[in-house]
C-alpha cells in the first residue's frame, strides 16, 4: 500500500510540473533548436538555453498569471529577458558580431549593433516568451490558469536561470568569441552598461506596476480570417524577419540601415496593431492560436535551412529529424485542439 501511495504521489508530482519543464524545454526548442542556431555540433548548449530561455520564460509566465496582468505586461517582461541577454549575458548586441558574411561591419553605431539589436529584441521576445507560453498553454489547456510552480519551484527557476546566465556569459564572450571565432574578448563600456541596466529597470517597473494598459486594449476588434491565412500570415512574418539579422550580418553591405530599421519597425507594428484586434474578438479561439504559432514556427524553421546551403553534415541531417519531428507533433496537437 505504501508503495502504491508513493506512486500515486510521484505522479501527481510529475503531472503537476510537467507543463513547468515543457516550457522550459520548448523555449529554447523553438528560438535556437528547430531554427538551426543551435546545431547538433553545438548542442552541449543546450541545458545552458533551459536555464536561461527556458528558466526566463517560465519566470515571466509566472509573475503575469500570479499578479493575473495582461499580453503587454508580458510584452515588457520580454523584452526585459531580451535585453538582458543581448547587453549583460551574451552581450551579442554590444560586441562586434562574430558574423560577417562579406567580411564588412554593418549597422553599427555608439558601440551598438543596432539592426541586430532590433532584430533580437521582437525575436526573442516572440520565441522565447510569447509563442512557448501560449504553446504550452494549448498543450494543456486545462492549466492554462495555474502557475505551473510552487514557491520551492520558483526559487530553483531563479537559481538556474542566475547559473545559465553566469555560464552563458562566460562560454560565449570568453570561450567561444576567442577560441572559435577567433576575435578579441570585448568588454562593454560601463556607461552602456548602465544605460542597459537603468531601462530593464524601468521595464520591470512598467510591467510588476499598478498599471494594466487597458487602454490600449479598447481598439475595435477585427474579425479573423481562416486559419490558413493566419498560419500563413504568421510563416511570412517569420521570413520576413529572419531577412532583418541576415541584413544585420552585413550581407548587403551598401543596403540603407535606416531602411532596415523601418522595414523591422514596419513589422513589429503590424503585429502589434492588427494581432491584439483578432485576438479580442470573440471568434478568435485555440485554433487560430494553434495556427499562428504552427505558422511561424514553420515559416522559422522552412528558412532557417538557407544557413545549411551548400552542407551535408550531421548538422544539416539533425535539423531536418527535428523538424519532422516537430511538424508531425504540431499536427498531432492540431487534431486534438479541432477536437
Known amino acids: 500500500m505504501k508503495i502504491v501511495n508513493l506512486m500515486n504521489q510521484f505522479k501527481k508530482l510529475i503531472d503537476s510540473i510537467l507543463p513547468a519543464v515543457t516550457l522550459m524545454l520548448i523555449a529554447p526548442l523553438l528560438a535556437e533548436v528547430l531554427p538551426g542556431a543551435t546545431r547538433f555540433s553545438s548542442l552541449f548548449v543546450f541545458p545552458i538555453e533551459v536555464c536561461v530561455w527556458g528558466g526566463g520564460a517560465l519566470l515571466i509566465r509566472y509573475a503575469v498569471r500570479r499578479r493575473q496582468l495582461g499580453w503587454i505586461n508580458m510584452l515588457f517582461l520580454a523584452l526585459t529577458l531580451a535585453l538582458a541577454e543581448e547587453c549583460l549575458i551574451q552581450q ?43 504553446l504550452v498553454e494549448l ?21 538556474f536561470f542566475i547559473i545559465g546566465s553566469g555560464l552563458a556569459w562566460f562560454t560565449w564572450t570568453q570561450i567561444a568569441r576567442v577560441k572559435v571565432f ?57 521570413v520576413l524577419w529572419y531577412g532583418l539579422v541576415v541584413l544585420a550580418f552585413g550581407i548587403a553591405p551598401l543596403f540603407p540601415p535606416a531602411i532596415a530599421v523601418s522595414a523591422g519597425i514596419l513589422l513589429i507594428l503590424g ?8 485576438a479580442s474578438n470573440s471568434a478568435w479561439n485555440s485554433n487560430c492560436q494553434y495556427a499562428l504559432i504552427f505558422g511561424t514556427m514553420v515559416g522559422s524553421m522552412l528558412i532557417g535551412f538557407i544557413g545549411f546551403w551548400g552542407t551535408m553534415n550531421m548538422d544539416l541531417y539533425f535539423k531536418i529529424f527535428i523538424n519532422i519531428v516537430a511538424a508531425i507533433l504540431m499536427i498531432i496537437l492540431g487534431f486534438k485542439i479541432s477536437k
Open 92 to 134: 551579442s548586441s554590444l560586441a562586434p558580431l562574430v558574423i560577417k558574411l562579406k567580411g564588412v561591419e554593418y549597422a553599427r553605431a555608439l558601440g551598438v549593433n543596432y539592426v541586430y539589436l532590433l532584430w533580437a529584441l521582437a525575436y526573442e521576445t516572440i520565441f522565447v516568451v510569447f509563442m512557448p507560453v501560449y
Open 271 to 278: 503585429i502589434l496593431l492588427l494581432l491584439p484586434r483578432l
Open 139 to 159: 498543450i494543456f489547456p486545462e492549466k492554462r490558469n495555474g502557475l505551473w510552480i510552487n514557491k520551492g519551484g520558483l526559487i530553483a527557476v531563479i537559481i
Open 182 to 238: 577567433h576575435v578579441a574578448a570585448y568588454n562593454p563600456p560601463i556607461l552602456t552598461v548602465l544605460i542597459a541596466i537603468i531601462v530593464i529597470g524601468a521595464l520591470i517597473y512598467s510591467a510588476l506596476g499598478k498599471y494594466k494598459y487597458m487602454l490600449l486594449l479598447k481598439s475595435s476588434a477585427l474579425i479573423p480570417p481562416g486559419k490558413w491565412i493566419i498560419g500563413l500570415a504568421g510563416a511570412l512574418w517569420a
